[in-house]
């Protein structure tokens, strides 16, 4: 079974899995921008608070 | 296109109503709430406004019905944003006046727009013993308003239909994520529905862990997930996010109004694989460059004024209300008062600056936006080398937003016109509060609370303030949150039609 093939076994409701894995990994980084600037905030407040 | 309005007001009013009855038919949701909850007064209220919502919407859209696939002009499309904006502001406030938990229409009339406009500013009397309906149509008003009440109605046409992109530009959302305005609006929805499930269920366990039975952890994290999302700072309790005094549940919060303050482009890029954007981008650039400066600002300032004894204090009050501000969330974990009593005046000015520069356009934030704050300063570079530099060594000044972008004339005059009319709104907001007797400071800082559409308040939003204050406040949440223009082209509709009449009477009698 070939990668294509794989794919089209695995839609559902006309999202592919690969599509499924883009839009995590997007939610994921965007998460992980969020944290990164929290983790800014929290060291300027030990650094100078 | 405006010079015919006897037969171009129909599709304006069918459009409306369309606006309004989708808006409006969410009432089934608190509806079903309440009566999970067995609150029949509340229930009853919500018939009551539902049915005069759907007489007027039906009654708007019969109207139009025939004419409905006109394609509507710019000017035409952004009257029914502003119009539907401000008929959805006197239809969704029924419910409220209804369950008597204001004292006052124009009070009801006041949290509806706050809602809406994401604002999360509020009236309310003893919010912690609202009815859980009247909290569920709070919290779908700020999260629907956060995505656009047009792009809502968008998502249920057919993609032939007229003039839908000149609609959705009027809710001040120029994003083409497709070619298409109604695929785009669909986009958009999915995106938000997909935050929608990951974030109430980390705010449910947020709330769990912080000790509330699961019903109430429940709905506590799907309405503070709406509220994070579309940076609208409305909550189910009077002390806002200070409530729960749970450090998770305030990181948990900080996460999603941060990714809430993105613009639509940005999540469509990110979630369709263009994983560089995210850094790439002007907006993001210009937020965390904002962000720093502003933090910095104000974490010296509450050193000064000595508030927070320690680290840990000073990044759950300090850091999480500037960013909270800069996001234009209005999430609080302090009272009111501390922010004049306590915070002193580099820290208000730091706070007041950053709820001006506010989160991306085209999402659910308001402020400048971080693309004009972005846009004006690459200018003012370009400026400095074409001085500076020899000619032969000045190139075009470009910006990265989803692609690479040529800095023309017309883009850095459209961007500074839209940060001196948020300036000149700010203003106006400001002199509001002096004339009503508040100080400059305190003036200044719910006056760029209500531009930004942000929510902190300092202690001036409650019912007792003066009606003309509330006036000023609710035409400045939806000027700002239409980003002008629409309002402007409403106000313009309106006094040529009402002079057209004018001319017309003498014949008519």
Known sequence: ?49 | MLDKPVNRLRPICYYTGLVVLVLNALQILPIITSVAYAEWPIVLAFAASLSIAVIVAAGLMLLGTKERFIKLSFGEGMVVAAGSWFLCMLLSALPYYFSGNYLSYLDTCFDVMSGLTTTGLTLIQDLDHVSNGINMWRHLLTFVGGQGMVVLALTFLTKGQGGTYRMYVGEAKDEKLFPNAVTTARRIWQISLIYLAIGTVALTISALVAGLPLDRAFLHGLWTYMSAWSTGGFAPMSQNILYYHSTLLELVTVVFFVIGSFNFALHHAALSGNTRELRKNIETVTFTVTLTITVLLCTLGLMKSGVYPDAMAMFRKGFYQLISGHTTTGFMTIYAKQFYYEWGDIALFAITIAMMFGGSASSTAGGFKGIRTGILFTALKGEVRRMVLPESRVKEQKYHHIRDIVLTDSIVKSAALIVILYIATFTIGTLAGLLAGYPLSMAAFESASATGNVGLSIGITTASMPAFLKIVYILVMWLARLEFLSVFALISYVIRKAAQVCRKKPYSL
């Open chain 1, 1 to 49: 079974m070939n990668g294509k093939s794989a794919h089209s076994l695995n839609t559902q409701g006309g999202i592919t899995m690969k599509e499924k894995i883009k839009t995590a990994r997007g939610v994921l980084l965007e998460i992980g921008f969020s944290g990164a600037l929290i983790l800014a905030g929290l060291a300027v407040s030990a650094l100078l608070g």
